[in-house]
């Protein structure tokens, strides 16, 4: 099974900040990730999928790249809205995993 | 608009069945891949099973395979998963979730129905 490592498990921030988060591929996956976001009691919501194409409706301010192992989420400018936990998956092969979760909280 | 609407969950005991149900409407559900993913109480999630469109081919997550089936009616909208042998692990939300075209993410989830195994 394909491990993703996430880092960092936790992060507080400010509105405003700008803020990136890393995923880690035990193996090369190409650009077969895809990045959800999460709030409590809530579905997970699409974000960023192919690594770095951004879902329709999704604000500008988030962004993804990265290739093979190693692969970034970054928010331009936190919102109020934004504090959440956000999760990477791998869609390579099965069983499609995903990441241990980030969780973002207000500073 | 695109819904997808869980139902079926509830407290059963170990060793026990249930069978989730997902309800779909505002798209052509026969043309997608359809997946079940879990999350335990305050812990990440985790894929469990996922069905083509036609219900010709299944996979499962090991810690679930021989004990959960996956299947769907197409012409009901609806998506399953029977659940035999239940364990206390097995207590989480269950979402099902649409499968992108090109299978590249997930797009769109279901609002997740919890199933307790204790007793």
């Known amino acids: 099974d394909i491990q993703l490592t996430q880092s960092p498990s936790f992060l507080s921030a400010s509105v405003g900040d700008r803020v990136t988060i890393t995923c880690r591929a035990s193996?090369?996956?190409?650009?077969?990730l895809a990045w959800y976001q999460q709030k409590p009691g809530k579905a997970p919501k699409l974000l960023i999928y192919?690594?770095?194409t951004l879902q329709s409706g999704v604000p500008s301010r988030f962004s993804g790249s990265g290739s093979g192992t190693e692969f970034t989420l970054t928010i331009s400018s936190l919102q109020p809205e934004d504090f959440a936990t956000y999760y990477c998956?791998?869609?390579?092969?099965?069983?499609?995993?995903f990441g241990q979760g980030t969780k973002l909280e207000i500073k | 608009e695109v819904q997808l609407v869980e139902s079926g969950g509830g407290l059963v005991q170990p060793g026990g069945s249930l069978r989730l149900s997902c309800a779909a409407s505002?798209?052509?559900?026969?043309?997608?891949?359809m997946h079940w993913v879990r999350q335990a109480p305050g812990k990440g999630l985790v894929w469990v099973s996922r069905?083509?469109?036609?219900?010709?081919?299944?996979s499962y997550a090991d810690s679930v395979k021989g004990r959960f089936t996956i299947s769907r009616d197409n012409a009901k909208n609806t998506l399953y998963l029977q659940m035999n042998s239940l364990r206390a692990e097995d207590t989480a939300v269950y979402y099902c979730?649409?499968?992108?075209?090109?299978?590249?993410?997930?797009?769109?989830w279901g609002q997740g129905t919890l199933v307790t195994v204790s007793s």
């Open positions: 979730a649409r499968d992108c075209t090109g299978g590249v993410c997930y797009d769109y």
């Open positions: 505002g798209f052509t559900f026969s043309s997608y891949w």
């Open positions: 069905i083509n469109s036609d219900g010709s081919s299944t």
């Open positions: 193996q090369g996956i190409s650009s077969y």
């Open positions: 192919a690594a770095s």
């Open positions: 998956q791998q869609l390579n092969s099965y069983p499609q995993t």
